[in-house]
């Protein structure tokens, strides 16, 4: 069985989680596919659909509701979500299952999978968790690949899969999303320091909303910056900085307890 799973992860903790899902799961072989500036994937051509990405104030990114606005609708075509969180997930995974209906997909498995924190004005609050998935939650998430795999099975052998409704919890159902602008008043103006500056590029070929150019060194366009933090997480020289951070509380990759867990 043919599948693929569209994943957006800034960092690498959700890339790393679903080649870890990739391995574990013995039915369908995953085609990995990153959104991030690259074609539109021919959905048309799979037969189950993975949709991953990491949760952003309490919902699934811009720049991935952008890709699920562009997609093809692929009526009853099986697919499951994932999201990724750090600090709290909220109602990312209901409002990712809604964004993904419109399609016309058949939600067949979800599942929010706890991360290490890469929002540096989180970790800059000693708001990290660095352990995470811990083993409990590592268990679960195993269970949870494994539940799929049986469910791939039955698809495979010709059978209608059971629509899976996802919900969330009344608490967090009834909290409002915190205001996506506090992103970029958290980040500030970005600046580049010359002195720093290698001017290697990666500033650029990782930003998701192409808010920067090179001239050689890095100049932003602050209009159509998204306030993601990926041109600071990925600095290797830490020349990005603003007024409140500067060469501090970088998550450029995946850490290496997480590494190890789903290496």
């Avoid at 043919?2 to 679903?18: D, E, P, V």
């Avoid at 990312?92 to 067949?108: G, N, P, S």
Wanted: hydrophobic fraction near 35%; aromatic fraction near 12%.
């Amino acid at each position: 069985m043919k599948g693929i799973i569209c994943y957006y992860s800034g960092s690498g903790n959700t890339k790393l989680a679903m080649e870890y899902l990739n391995k574990k799961v013995s039915t369908t072989d995953f085609n990995l596919y990153n959104v991030v500036k690259s074609e539109l994937p021919d959905l048309s051509k799979y037969d189950v659909v993975g949709f991953a990405t990491f949760t952003d104030f309490g919902d699934i990114p811009q720049y991935y509701v952008s890709f699920l606005d562009k997609i093809e609708e692929q009526p009853d075509k099986p697919a499951f979500i994932i999201n990724t969180f750090g600090a709290i997930s909220g109602k990312t995974l209901k409002l990712f299952a809604d964004r993904v209906e419109t399609k016309h997909f058949t939600i067949i498995s979800a599942y929010s999978l706890h991360t290490p924190e890469n929002y540096p004005p989180m970790r800059k609050r000693n708001i990290m968790f660095d352990k995470a998935p811990k083993p409990r939650e590592l268990k679960k998430f195993d269970t949870f690949i494994s539940r799929l795999d049986e469910i791939l099975k039955l698809i495979n052998n010709g059978q209608s899969p059971e629509k899976k409704q996802v919900k969330v919890g009344f608490l967090w159902n009834m909290l409002p999303n915190a205001p996506r602008t506090q992103a970029k008043k958290d980040f500030g103006i970005q600046q580049v320091d010359e002195n720093l500056c290698k001017e290697c590029g990666l500033c650029a070929e990782v930003c998701p909303y192409e808010a920067i150019t090179l001239s050689p060194k890095p100049v932003f366009n602050h209009e159509k910056c998204y306030g993601c933090w990926a041109c600071y997480n990925h600095c290797p020289e830490q020349a990005i900085y603003t007024r409140k951070f500067r060469g501090t509380h970088q998550y450029p990759k995946p850490n290496a307890e997480m590494v190890k867990k789903f290496g």
